[in-house]
Nanobody, 122 residues
Framework: QVQLVESGGGLVQAGGSLRLSCTSS????????IAWFRQVPGQERERVSC???????VYPDSVKDRFTTFRDSAKNSVDLQMNSLKPENNAVYYC????????????????WGQGTSVTVSS
């Protein structure tokens, strides 16, 4: 059973923007830590954002100042606004859920969606 669902991916020109959305019909996302990851086949998975239930937000240096994550509680979603996109951002983007804080050493990311593809043309 799919527990999280990602949407909003597509084709965008370099320098453009996309807004991805992570939703669930099975539970309320407000209570949980939600992270966005990107995956390119053959490369390591990279976390590109994390927002905890307590409001802490974490980004890696690779996307800092370009990506923003936030909650839309009315839609039961956690969104990722991606600006100034680069060809190296081409990947499948996934959201995942945990019950511990973003930088906890006990994260397990047990709930995942099926991913949404982002293609950035140069």
């Amino acid at each position: 059973q799919v527990q999280l669902v990602e949407s909003g991916g597509g084709l965008v020109q370099a320098g453009g923007s996309l807004r991805l959305s992570c939703t669930s019909s099975g539970f309320t996302l407000d209570y949980y830590t939600i992270a966005w990851f990107r995956q390119v086949p053959g490369q390591e998975r990279e976390r590109v954002s994390c927002i905890s239930g307590s409001g802490d937000i974490v980004y890696p240096d690779s996307v800092k100042d370009r990506f923003t994550t936030f909650r839309d509680s009315a839609k039961n979603s956690v969104d990722l606004q991606m600006n100034s996109l680069k060809p190296e951002n081409n990947a499948v983007y996934y959201c995942a859920e945990d019950s511990v804080d973003c930088n906890s050493k006990y994260t397990r990311w047990e709930r995942w969606g099926q991913g949404t593809s982002v293609t950035v043309s140069s």
